[in-house]
């Protein structure tokens, strides 16, 4: 991938170019129509909570000051994906590690790590909400104590993938989508309500025996009845991971 001036520990917002905002506002734009109809209310509601719109790429700066008013969650800007005791450490401290680069005009629909479209757009609306904001934090907490344990991390790993990514709720009777790679994504947030997927009631023994692959889209997803959920599951997810590494 071509360097971008602004992959750095901080946003310098002088860097970006035209072609920047309007690649934010073109994915923004495209995805929100969409989304309106299917991702659930609390991401809805907090996207206009954390004021994100489409006119301008956001500033992390102001985004920190909303979220501390709310959860206490704030965003730390990194270069690029973090290895996982730095991105539990920060979990662990209410932080979530974000990009604040963009993607490039020609890769709209796929891009291989993390850019801000998926960590700000993706990821930072639900940290306002505080069911999911104390789930958030206590994930990093056990992902913190195991650390050392690749086989807990792996097993974490599966949790992180099928709820924070790829997650799915039931609100009102219908299955909305909650998931930051799902949220962030045009091509998945459609094929996970195709009829070539399988949703599963959420389990988290279920969710902690599955594999996945990353570089394609998902061929199942697991639904959550409502949020609390997430935090109901703590114990049982340490449980798991206690008799795995045992
Ligand atoms: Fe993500």
Redesign the pocket.
């Known amino acids: 991938m071509a360097w971008n001036p602004y992959r750095a520990f901080e946003q310098d917002y002088t860097k970006y170019t035209a072609q920047d905002q309007l690649v934010w506002a073109t994915l923004f734009e495209r995805q929100i129509k969409y989304l309106h109809n299917h991702a659930c209310d609390s991401y809805l509601n907090a996207l206009e909570h954390v004021g994100l719109h489409p006119h301008a790429i956001p500033r992390i700066h102001d985004l920190n000051a909303l979220l501390q008013k709310t959860t206490g969650f704030q965003l730390k800007v990194v270069p690029e994906i973090q290895p996982n005791a730095v991105f539990m450490e920060h979990l662990a401290n209410r932080t979530f590690t974000a990009t604040a680069w963009l993607r490039s005009l020609e890769s709209l629909d796929y891009i291989s790590e ?1 850019d801000m479209f ?2 700000v757009f ?2 930072t609306p639900l940290l306002a909400e505080q069911t999911f904001a104390n789930f958030f934090h206590h994930f990093g907490l056990l992902g913190q104590k195991y650390i050392d344990h690749p086989i807990a991390i792996e097993l974490l790993g599966r949790v992180y993938w099928f709820t ?2 790829f997650g799915l709720v039931q609100e009102s009777g219908q299955t909305k989508i909650y998931g ?2 799902l949220i962030s994504s045009h091509g998945e947030s459609k094929h996970c309500f195709s009829n070539s997927v399988v949703h599963q009631p959420f389990d988290i023994a279920a969710i902690m025996a599955t594999e996945y692959n990353n570089t394609v889209m998902q061929n199942h997803y697991f639904v959550l009845p409502h949020f609390d959920k997430l935090l109901e599951s703590l114990p049982e997810m340490e449980k798991i991971v206690q008799m795995a590494i045992n």
Do not use: N, R, V
Request: glycine share 22%.
């Open positions: 993390p998926h960590d993706g990821h924070i990514e930051a790679g």
